[in-house]
């Protein structure tokens, strides 16, 4: 071995053994962070955003977007944050300039930001503004009519003064009224769509180029905005405005976006038929129009967004319809318009969450190819769910449906309805309601990580709940593992804490023999049944193995008065690298918790091979006691109970009981201390042996005691 490699390697040593690789479920950086509350007292913030209002990233990397209520007037504003959570109210909208603010904002990549008022401006009916970047000041560009004829000069003859002959131009343009998303820009031109038109819910797409000025709307042929056509089916027949009738059964449109391949692709909420709905295309250059797919209401209806992927794929969401009525998310292919729902926020198997409604925010892609989604309601609280799916089926046929985030009335807002994301690893967006003043929220949430959501909350209290059926993802590290075990149908536990919080972890194992297989497994204290000390046809005790690669075997409880109480703590300390790395006795240090900014939350299903489940009268029984530290205080324990059976079909399933206590002396008893001790573990931060303690000889542990 020549020297170079023989030192290249004594170095890789040498770094090996000062700072050992450790693959944990977190890093410093949080998953979940409300980044700013909206509605702070006599402040004048904007409240209450909608969706799906746009995110526009700005060139100093700050996010942009409109909030439809609160600010100097209470009509709305325009905001910006940063990343890290540094939060600027822009400027206030006003009955001029527009009110309502509900789309959002578009970066039209000259020094401008670009958008729509639903309401307000001249005429009432909604405004396309611009707001520029240095400086903030916000112009109008366009003031929508809503087929308003003031000031227009009619190119025929007028016999009265309500009764003029305008030009099927000047009708067009005059039509559009009260859009509630942002345009988009292709080329050198901004196009939209209204939802309105002369009053009615047909509505229109409209175009206007980036370089325009302030508004001087007129409604002459020097006007900049022009309506490429309307979406009122009934145009058909009429000989002088069919040249502008949008080529589409759709009515309502609502969302539009720009395609990769130069086309624009839209929604409308219903057609001439009733509140269905249509996937439309159109062409910038000639403004043609044709559907992609028209909905039946057993597939969905009422498209609400829609976003392009990187398969090619159109998605978006849509309210009602779909199986038992529910919201759906669907994807359709742009050319071969091949349309599929990709699910229909379904309750899982064996979960007994709300199922989530109102999937307003659409869906984003994130950068690890997954998509993500809100809906404002259902989910474990009833304030709504950020969710999860695949863009490809998983063996079973489905697309991995996952519950990530369960929203509720406190810190973290209910009722998400926007979403962003702009390849920095992180979702953002914005909750309707809630937060620390009641006026919701911005947050963002870290692509990748560990995410414990849905399933139903078995106990809780104002610092600690435990909820059964829950649902966790995993992430994938540099060795891109996963948990061995399905995160399904598991145990999660929440302190509520945003001061360095942590879970120590104790369990001990039982195999019970039901004395009645119908009866119930039975609390702690009184199982329903015989606990067998050895296997059968084996004289050699339970042996029970954590799912950590350095942490020692354990043997199974077969006696109430003497536990086998083993720590749960996966970074155990190693023989190799102990005298580097002790360890950790924290039970997120190496498994499946998630760690947010308000809280940290475990995730557990203890699963046996079926090996263990020799009869069918059988029952695998966990007993955890997790001891909730909150600034390096003992301030709640926790005892839950995981029963685990095995059908005919091997199938495993797990019922769960919980209690909860409060800890007055803020500390964890000496015998779990004395057992992470004598274990080789570091003591938990803050946690102490009372002095004089033997642990060589702590006496033996029975139920509730310690």
Wanted: aromatic share 10%; net charge neutral.
């Amino acid at each position: 071995m020549n020297a170079r490699v023989f030192a290249a390697l004594s170095l890789i040593f040498i770094l090996l053994l000062s700072a050992p690789f450790k693959v944990t479920s977190q890093d410093q950086e949080k998953t979940f962070c409300v980044l700013h509350d909206f509605g702070a007292p006599k402040s004048k913030d904007a409240v209450w955003p909608l969706g799906p209002a746009a995110m526009a990233l700005a060139d100093d990397g700050s996010i942009w977007t409109t909030i439809n209520r609160g600010g100097a007037f209470d009509v709305g504003a325009v905001i910006k944050i940063t990343p890290d959570g540094k939060y600027t109210k822009v400027t206030d909208f006003d009955q001029l300039s527009g009110i309502h603010p509900e789309g959002g904002l578009v970066n039209g990549n000259n020094g401008y930001l670009f958008g729509t008022t639903s309401e307000g401006g001249r005429w009432g009916a909604g405004t396309i503004f611009r707001i520029r970047v240095q400086g903030g000041s916000l112009e109008v560009l366009y003031d929508f009519r809503n087929g308003r004829t003031t000031g227009v000069k009619p190119k025929g003859e007028c016999t009265t003064r309500q009764n003029c002959k305008y030009s099927p131009e000047q009708k067009a343009n005059m039509s559009g009224g009260r859009p509630v998303s942002a345009p988009v820009v292709v080329g050198n031109n901004l196009y939209g769509v209204t939802p309105v038109s002369n009053n009615q819910f047909y509505g229109t797409l409209y175009s206007i180029p980036l370089n325009t000025g302030p508004a001087t709307t007129n409604g002459d042929d020097n006007e900049p905005m022009k309506v490429r056509c309307i979406f009122q089916p009934s145009l058909a027949k009429d000989p002088e405005m069919k040249q502008f009738r949008c080529n589409t059964n759709g009515t309502n449109a609502r969302f539009l976006i720009a395609g990769s391949n130069g086309n624009l692709y839209g929604t409308t909420y219903a057609t001439d038929a009733g509140p269905n709905g249509t996937v439309f295309r159109a062409s910038p250059q000639g403004g043609s129009v044709s559907f992609l797919y028209e909905f039946d209401g057993k597939d969905g209806r009422m498209p609400v967004a829609l976003m392009e992927a990187s398969d090619g794929n159109l998605y978006g969401t849509a309210l009602k319809g779909g199986s038992a009525g529910t919201d759906v998310v669907f994807k359709i292919h742009p050319t071969t318009h091949q349309f599929e729902v990709v699910t229909n926020f379904p309750k899982p198997a064996d979960n007994t969450y709300t199922p989530g409604v109102t999937p307003v925010s659409g869906i984003v892609e994130g950068d690890d190819g997954n998509l993500y989604g809100t809906l404002q309601g259902g989910g474990l609280y009833g304030g709504g769910i950020l969710y999860r799916v695949s863009k490809e089926k998983n063996d079973e046929g489905d697309y991995n449906f996952r519950v990530l985030r369960d929203f509720d009335d406190s810190s973290g807002g209910r009722k998400p309805v926007a979403l962003a994301n702009f390849g920095d690893g992180f979702i953002y967006g914005t909750a309707f309601q809630g937060g620390a003043f009641g006026g919701g929220t911005f947050y963002r949430y870290k692509i990748d990580r560990v995410a414990i959501g849905g399933g139903a909350r078995k106990v809780y209290d104002d610092l600690i709940e435990v909820s059964e059926q829950s649902m966790a993802t995993q992430k994938k590290g540099f060795f891109q593992w996963t948990e061995k075990k399905l995160p399904d149908h598991g145990i999660s536990v929440r302190l509520k804490c945003d001061n360095d919080p942590h879970f120590v972890q104790f369990i001990y194992r039982e195999v019970i023999q039901l004395n009645q297989i119908a009866i119930a497994p039975g609390w702690e204290n009184q199982p329903n049944g015989k606990l067998l000390a050895t296997p059968p046809n084996n004289p050699q005790p339970w042996s029970f193995h954590r799912s950590c690669d350095r942490c020692s075997s354990y043997t199974g409880t077969s006696d109430l008065r003497d536990l086998h109480w083993a720590p749960d703590a996966p970074d155990a300390p190693g023989m190799l690298s102990g005298l580097f790395d002790p360890g950790s006795s924290y039970f997120e240090a190496g498994h499946s918790a998630e760690l947010d900014c308000d809280s940290l939350t475990l995730f557990d299903r203890p699963e046996l091979p079926a090996s263990f489940f020799f009869a069918p009268d059988i029952v695998v029984r966990t007993v955890a006691r997790d001891y909730a530290l909150c600034g390096g205080q003992v301030v709640e324990q926790v005892t839950w109970i995981s029963d685990e059976t095995v059908d005919q079909n091997k199938t495993a399933h797990w019922k769960y009981q919980a209690k909860l206590n409060k800890i007055t002396n803020k500390k964890i008893p000496d015998f779990f201390l004395c057992l992470l001790k004598t274990n080789g573990y570091p003591l938990p931060a803050g946690q102490s042996i009372s002095s004089g303690l033997d642990c060589d000889h702590p006496g033996l542990a029975t139920v509730g005691k310690p």
